[in-house]
């Protein structure tokens, strides 16, 4: 007894906060537990059952309320705290503080469960300013924003400063989103809500121990739990906001290069994919809309008229067709180009210690850099964007928001630029959800930024991977990037499909970067005009294999727009990783080569040249069908999967529902009058459902304005006496203001053939193939259909 209590002593001795930190005294007030201490005050709120924030205010601070991150109110009401003589505990339904007083500590727990504490807590340094924690030594750790050093984190001390890194391939340290968040394999996220750069150590000196340090600002953190991986990322995003379901053609294919040098280059292009056939439905117009050249020019922000004479008929010629105009901007406005002096005359751009505009030279010239922290500097910027939009474009590109440079002696109305560095891009992306919202209420952003921060996914933003080399070590990274990113929020997160920097010329991984980016959430070649990246511009054999690709995509518009919108809905990523599935099973958990597409595509991307097979492990809770073969793949199992030419290996869960339509050259024609229903029928799994959701494609908020329709399927597998009967039932949620359509349903049964098929009870023709069967339904709106199948 003598011994344990020793140890017990010790244990408590080493997870000790800071020897001179002394609890002194609790209130509760309005929901706000302070915590008095001998060196600085700790202020708890509870935000939800299972989020709680916790800030640390140092002796002669004052508290800092502002989050560019929060947007999720505190709870109020069930709030319990308990206090004795030796600790204190504050607590919800879920989540829990738990405070010892001497020596002074403080935990969390969740459902009674231990989740994480702090080690030293709060520590000042000569320049920077820490908030220390204990992990055990099992713990995987994801996040710290976009990077490619492989799925598990720790042991990495990453630095949290946007910075691109061009031509990268299979090791990337710092990139363009550093966001402050740390997730764990114990189903827990810290999120340190604070925006100047700094460093986030993931256990680099290998003591258990994650620090967030930084130079200055806020000593906020939340701690937030989850019931699952899916929970977890839905109460992140309830935190810091859900991201706007995006307009349909957003999910449709681009054409987009570095770039188009005219308006006749622009028109030439998308003539060649309407006779070629070829789905597109928006253009990504590069530097040279407003400049000849690449030096010099940035910052005109308003078309070059000799290389496009009238942009607005260019436009709208383009809209009439259904093919939208997004053009690329930056924020840098350089003393070369047109708008400098009235940058100047105005005071919108950041300013120097002696109150004059801050100028720097970097690539594109001598420049400086618009203040979207002023007023004047946001509004001067948007005038400018409102103007464009009035003229035709469909969509805005922001280019270089980490900002790409950006000395630390600039000031902006936000701070010095060390302290607004991370929350650039951010608020850039802010600023231009906020105008639409204004000035073009009826229209869905698109909003393409390669720079961002916590919550960015709140306004609408579309991040990319940055300047990926074209190589087949660049598209070996990006399943990580996007994985890792959609746990952090930002769902749509896409590489350059093709790659981006660099002539190196391979077909091979071309048509292989494709295949993988029907199944990833932006569809959009990218590349310098070195080596083309639309497939229009391709030889005849490279070219027909793009289409086919870009063709699924389309055929796939149905599943993906429901994705978007259960991501919209519920924070979901459209990317998942494997121990999404199986959270308890460790193998999976640094798994990146496989992951899932939505709920019910597992999708193994095809990395290296010349592959003739590669492995793939099948998730144990149902079995898993090729999605080009139909050949059944158990699940709970690992196979090696031969690797055919024109397509990566893909399968589809047993059980579920897989909308689609027949191809159409751009989203303009997208109708659910017609469309297939694959039903992949598996004998492991008995009950399964799936939906379908329906908009106009484009209303802001339709589903809450009840503009929307949901079709729900439901199947049943039963086995009587022998008797083996499949039922599906099909109904449908119309919201009040929608008006919908009847529906012709071509569907497809997989794994299985048919002695008789009733509708609503009356027999029906069918159609046996070989792996599956054909059954025409026609659905009235407003009804619900049943539909047994005796096998």
């Known amino acids: 007894m003598k011994k344990f209590l020793i140890l017990l002593l010790i244990s408590i001795c080493s997870f000790a906060q800071n020897a001179n930190r002394k609890f002194e005294k609790a209130t509760l007030k309005e929901g706000v537990l302070t915590i008095n201490t001998s060196d600085g005050d700790y202020l708890v709120k509870i935000i939800s059952e299972k989020i709680m924030e916790t800030s640390f205010i140092s002796k002669g601070e004052t508290f800092n309320p502002i989050s560019h991150a929060v947007v999720l109110k505190p709870k109020t009401g069930n709030l319990i705290l308990n206090e004795t003589s030796k600790k204190l505990d504050y607590y919800s339904d879920g989540i829990a503080i738990n405070i010892q007083k001497n020596p002074f500590l403080i935990s969390y727990s969740y459902k009674k469960n231990p989740v994480v504490s702090e080690k030293l807590g709060y520590i000042k340094k000569d320049s920077t300013e820490i908030l220390e924690f204990n992990i055990d030594k099992t713990e995987i750790l994801y996040g710290g924003g976009a990077r490619a050093i492989g799925m598990n984190r720790r042991g990495n001390r990453l630095q949290l400063y946007n910075r691109a890194q061009y031509g990268y391939e299979t090791r990337a340290e710092l990139m363009n989103f550093t966001m402050p968040i740390v997730m764990s394999s114990k189903m827990y996220a810290i999120h340190f809500d604070n925006a100047p750069i700094g460093y986030l150590d993931l256990d680099s000196k290998k003591d258990n121990t994650l620090q967030y340090e930084t130079i200055s600002g806020r000593k906020t953190y939340q701690v937030i739990a989850g019931d699952s991986w899916e929970d977890l990322i839905s109460n992140y995003t309830d935190l810091t906001g859900k991201q706007p379901l995006p307009a349909r053609w957003t999910l449709g294919n681009f054409s987009s290069r570095f770039g188009y040098h005219s308006q006749e280059e622009v028109e030439k292009t998308i003539k060649k994919f309407e006779e070629d056939q070829i789905p597109v439905d928006a253009i990504i117009v590069d530097l040279y809309w407003f400049g000849k050249t690449i030096k010099g020019t940035m910052g005109n922000l308003e078309f070059d008229k000799d290389n496009f004479p009238n942009p607005t008929k260019m436009m709208s010629d383009l809209n009439k067709k259904g093919i939208k105009t997004v053009l690329i901007t930056e924020p840098f406005v350089l003393s070369t180009s047109s708008k400098w002096q009235e940058a100047v005359d105005k005071k919108i751009l950041a300013k120097d210690k002696t109150g004059n505009p801050a100028t720097f030279d970097f690539y594109f010239g001598n420049t400086g850099i618009i203040d979207i922290f002023k007023l004047e500097g946001k509004t001067w910027f948007w005038n400018i964007y409102k103007d464009l939009i009035n003229k035709g474009a469909g969509g805005l590109w922001g ?19 060390d302290e607004v560095h991370n929350i650039y891009g951010h ?25 961002g921060y916590s919550g960015s996914q709140r306004f609408g933003m579309i991040p990319w991977s940055g300047d990926v080399s074209r190589s087949w070590g660049g598209l070996q990274s990006q399943t990580e990037i996007a994985l890792q990113m959609g746990m952090q929020g930002m769902g749509y ?172 050259q751009n989203t303009s024609k997208y109708s659910l009058e017609n469309f297939d229903l694959h039903y992949y029928f598996d004998e492991k799994t008995t009950k399964s459902e799936g939906k379908l959701y329906n908009d106009n494609g484009l209303t802001p908020n339709a589903f809450e304005k009840g503009e929307f329709e949901i079709l729900n399927f439901n199947s049943n597998y039963n086995v009587n006496k022998n008797l083996k009967t499949i039922t599906l039932n099909f109904n449908t949620e119309i919201g009040k203001t929608y008006q919908t359509s009847d529906k012709n349903i071509n569907l497809v049964v997989h794994n299985c053939k048919a002695k008789t098929i009733t509708i609503d009870g009356k027999s029906v023709t069918f159609k046996n193939n070989k792996t599956s069967i054909e059954i025409p339904v026609s659905w009235l709106k407003g009804t619900s259909k049943e539909i047994k199948i005796q096998l």
């Open 427 to 451: 608020n850039w992306a802010k600023l231009v959800q906020e105008g639409y919202k204004n000035d073009f209420p009826l229209v869905r952003p698109f909003i393409l930024m390669r720079a």
């Open 399 to 417: 280019d270089l928001g980490e900002p790409e440079v950006f000395p630390s002696s600039a000031i902006t109305a936000g701070g010095k630029a």
């Open 493 to 664: 997160m896409h590489s350059d499909l093709g790659g981006f920097a660099g002539d190196y010329f391979d077909n091979e991984l071309y048509i292989r970067w494709l295949q993988y980016g029907v199944f990833q959430p932006i569809f959009r070649p990218h590349a310098q005009e070195e080596v083309a990246s639309e497939p229009v511009y391709k030889d005849i054999v490279t070219k027909a294999k793009a289409k086919k690709q870009v063709e699924l995509r389309y055929q796939m518009l149905p599943y993906n727009y429901t994705l978007a919108f259960e991501n919209n809905q519920k924070g979901i990523p459209l990317m998942r990783p494997l121990f999404f599935e199986e959270p308890n099973n460790r193998d999976l958990s640094t798994v990146c080569e496989t992951y899932l597409w939505g709920n019910d595509f597992l999708v193994t991307p095809i990395t290296k040249a010349e592959a003739k097979t590669t492995s793939v492990y099948f998730p144990k809770n149902n079995n898993w069908f090729d999605f080009y073969s139909n050949k059944k793949q158990l699940g709970g199992t690992t196979g090696t999967i031969v690797v055919e030419e024109d397509h990566i290996p893909v399968f589809v869960r047993g059980g579920s529902f897989i909308p689609m339509i027949k191809t159409i």
